[in-house]
């Protein structure tokens, strides 16, 4: 499966985006998905995952509250609404796909990733 991800930008502090990752080559409705960043200089985190029903979902501490995982797999998109953005939030944000068991929140365990989007949040 081929994942693209959209929606990055430069916002101030406090305000939102709303990030997309479409699918192709396969439905996206088989595997679970997740949302990752990377900061200049420091190693890939993880942000969110959701199961591949919806069902499901699971947060990094630090946007626990603020982000917002959901997917629509009739458009095979999955979605990452971010809200009171702050600028450590700046970073490039991929997203993943994996079929599994379980929800993930380790890069190792995904199989597929999108090419990545910036998101920068001014002060």
């Known amino acids: 499966v081929q994942l693209q991800a959209s929606g990055g930008g430069l916002v101030q502090a406090g305000g939102s985006l709303r990030l997309s990752c479409a699918a192709s080559?396969?439905?996206?409705?088989?595997?679970?998905a997740g949302w990752f960043r990377q900061a200049p200089g420091k190693e890939r985190e993880f942000v969110a995952a959701?199961?591949?029903?919806?069902?499901?979902?699971k947060y990094a501490d630090s946007v626990k509250g603020r982000f917002t995982i959901s997917r629509d797999n009739a458009k095979n998109t999955v979605y990452l609404q971010m809200n009171s953005l702050k600028p450590e939030d700046t970073a490039v944000y991929y997203c993943?796909?994996?079929?599994?068991?379980?929800?993930?929140?380790?890069?190792?365990?995904?199989?597929?990733w999108g090419q990545g989007t910036q998101v920068t949040v001014s002060s």
């Open positions: 959701i199961s591949w029903t919806g069902g499901m979902t």
């Open positions: 993943a796909a994996r079929s599994g068991q379980r929800l993930e929140q380790y890069a190792w365990a995904y199989d597929y």
């Open positions: 080559g396969r439905t996206l409705s088989s595997y679970d």
